[in-house]
C-alpha cells in the first residue's frame, strides 16, 4: 500500500519543545512554498498510485481549503483509502471540516497534548479541553469519524493527577486512536535550550523524572486497553481497524513518496530527502535546483527488525535474517527485552521502555 505525505511547515506559533523543521514565517511565505510544493508534486513520477496521503506540519488545518484543494490537486488516487490531516485544537470550523471531507481528509490527527490548562500553556499552545470536544464533535458532523488524539507524557508540571485528567478525557471523547509519547527534550528546542542553560522559562526546572513518565506511558497503556483502544505500535493504540494504515506502511517497509522541507521517501530500495529549511526549500525552487538532499540505499535486512520490531505484533524473521543477527537476538532475549512465540519475535513489555536500546542491536 504505497503513500504520499506532504510537508507543510507553518505554525501559527511553535511549540516549546519542538525541533521540527517548522515555525512562524514571514508574512508572504506561504504562497510561495504552497506553489514550490505544487511543482515539486506535478513533477514528480509515481510508479503507483497512493492508497494513502498524510499531510503534517507544522500546522496544516490552518490551510484555507482552496490551498488545500489546490494542494491535492495534483496527488493521484482520489478518493484515497486514508487521507490524514494533522490539526492543532482551536484551527478547527465547520465549514473547514466539511471542506476537508470534500477534498477526501477522512482522518484528523489532533496534537492535543494535555487536557490540563497548565500544562497546556507551557507548550505555547492556546486550546482548552472543551475546545477539543466541540472540536471533535465539529469534525463527526462533517463525516470525519476517525480522529486520533495525541498525549506527551512528561510535560511541564505534570503530575500523576492532571495525567490522570488527560486520560479520563480521552475515557470522555472515546476517540478512535490515540498517540502517546514519552517527552524526550531535544536541545535544539526552545524547551531543550532553556533546560541546558539551567533556566525556568517554559517550565524547564519542573520536568518530571524519567520514572514517573514511564509511570504514566504504562498507566496510559493500561487505561487505554480498558476502553477497548488497543497498543499496536510503540506509541499508537486503536480500536480495532482504526490502525493509522499510512503510518504503519513505515513500520512494515512499503514505498512512500514525501513533498515538501524535510519530507523523507522510500521507493522499497532507496532511501532519500528533501532538504530541511523552509528557506532553502524555496530558494532551490526558485532557482531550479535539486531540492533533495540525501539519498542512499536502504540497508533492509537492519531495517526488517529496528522498524518491524516497532509493532507489538512482532515480526517473524527469515531464517538467514535470524542467523545473521543470532547473537543479538539471544542477548536482548536473555536481558528481557525479547521475546519468542514460534517464529515470531516481538518487545517485551520491559523491551518498548529500552526499544532503542534494543533497535540499537540491528545497526
Known sequence: MAGVYISYPFCAQKCTYCNFASGVFAHGTEVEYLAALAAEIKAAAFPWSPETVYIGGGTPSLLMPEQLETMLAPVPGWPWKEATMEAAPGTITAEKAAAWRNAGINRVSLGVQ??????????????????????????GNAGIGSVNIDLIAGLAGQTRESWRESLDWIGRLRPAHVSVYMLEVDEDSRLG????????????????????????????????AALGIEQYEISNFAREGEESLHNLKYWVLEPYFGFGADAHSFDGRWRWQ?????????QRARD?????????????????FFVGLRLT??????????????????????????????????????????????????L
Open 114 to 139: 494535555s487536557f490540563v490548562q497548565p500544562e497546556i500553556a507551557r507548550t505555547g499552545r492556546k486550546h482548552t479541553a472543551e475546545i477539543v470536544e466541540a472540536e471533535v464533535k465539529l469534525l
Open 193 to 224: 535550550s532553556e533546560i541546558l542553560l539551567g533556566g525556568k522559562r517554559y517550565g524547564a526546572s519542573d520536568i518530571p523524572s524519567d520514572e514517573l513518565i514511564v509511570e504514566f506511558y504504562e498507566q496510559a497503556r493500561e487505561y487505554l
Open 274 to 282: 528533501n532538504v530541511e529549511s523552509p528557506g532553502d526549500y524555496m
Open 288 to 304: 531550479g535546483q535539486a531540492i533533495m538532499e540525501d539519498r542512499v540505499e536502504a540497508n533492509l535486512l537492519q531495517e526488517r
Open 313 to 362: 505484533r512482532g515480526i517473524v524473521p527469515a531464517s538467514a535474517d535470524r542467523a545473521h543477527y543470532e547473537p543479538q537476538i539471544r542477548s536482548a532475549i536473555e536481558r528481557g527485552l525479547l521475546e519468542e512465540h514460534g517464529q515470531l519475535l516481538r518487545l517485551t513489555a520491559r523491551g518498548v521502555l529500552f526499544s532503542n536500546e534494543v533497535f540499537g542491536e540491528f
